[in-house]
């Protein structure tokens, strides 16, 4: 959907714990779905994707889950690590055209703060 | 691993001057995107380019912003002349799209811009 920008959600989490970073989508035509991870001072980095024809993927201590029911997509770390502290963006492809072209949307953003 | 180089990677200039940013997209990727954040609007979309040609640029001011890819290895975006409401952080991201479908964007760690 837009993003606002005004004020950055925060989940904090103790260390070891599970976190769980939820994301509603604003497009029903959107069939491609990212998860990206910023850190300060970086660009977004690439954690995993997910089709519109899944429900469910899952990588290294993250899962991805996609309920296109109600559009809302989350993202699941496990066993979470000071390292994972950092702000989540989830981000929609929509298909506009048969040429390839795609509306990629960017959500708010998650701000991920792992206590020690 | 192949990245995405941005240059510079921070610049201070005066209003009115011009700027312009440059992108090296990682080698075989066909597609190329602009993105400013900020912390009011997030991470926004200002052009995009598959094989070079531009697909998308409604969401950059015309006036005074440009992007172009002279050459596959080389994406710039300028702003002439500058002002200090375009102090952000811009991000280039390459990817690649095709047949089998779409891919991740993957980002540089951006030029942070400072307009005085």
């Known amino acids: 959907g837009e993003s606002v920008g005004l004020h950055l959600p925060t989940l904090s989490v103790q260390e070891g714990d599970n976190s769980i970073i939820n994301c509603a989508y604003s497009n029903s035509a959107s069939d491609y779905f990212i998860w990206y991870k910023q850190e300060s001072g970086k660009g977004p980095q690439f954690i995993i994707d997910?089709?519109?024809?899944?429900d469910k993927r899952q990588g290294q201590r993250v899962t991805v889950l996609l309920n296109k029911t109600v559009k809302h997509l989350s993202l699941q770390i496990a066993a979470t690590q000071p390292g994972d502290s950092a702000v989540y963006f989830c981000?929609?492809?929509?298909?506009?055209?048969?040429?390839?072209?795609?509306?990629?949307?960017f959500g708010t953003g998650t701000k991920l703060q792992v206590i020690p | 691993d192949a990245r995405v180089t941005q240059t510079p990677r921070h610049k201070v200039t005066e209003m009115g001057q011009e700027v312009t940013m440059r992108c090296q997209p990682i080698l075989g990727h066909n597609t190329v995107f602009w993105y400013r954040q900020t912390m009011m609007q997030g991470l926004e979309l200002l052009a995009y380019?598959?094989?070079?040609?531009?697909?998308?640029d409604s969401g950059m001011p015309k006036d005074r912003f440009s992007a172009e890819m002279p050459d596959a290895t080389l994406a710039t975006l300028k702003i002439q002349p500058s002002e200090p409401r375009d102090s952000a952080v811009y991000f280039c991201?390459?990817?690649?799209?095709?047949?089998?479908?779409?891919?991740?964007?993957?980002f540089g760690d951006g030029t942070r811009l400072s307009i005085l």
């Open positions: 991201a390459s990817g690649l799209t095709g047949r089998t479908g779409n891919q991740p964007q993957h």
């Open positions: 981000a929609e492809n929509m298909p506009l055209n048969s040429g390839g072209y795609q509306k990629v949307t």
């Open positions: 997910i089709r519109s024809n899944m």
């Open positions: 380019f598959r094989n070079r040609a531009p697909l998308d």
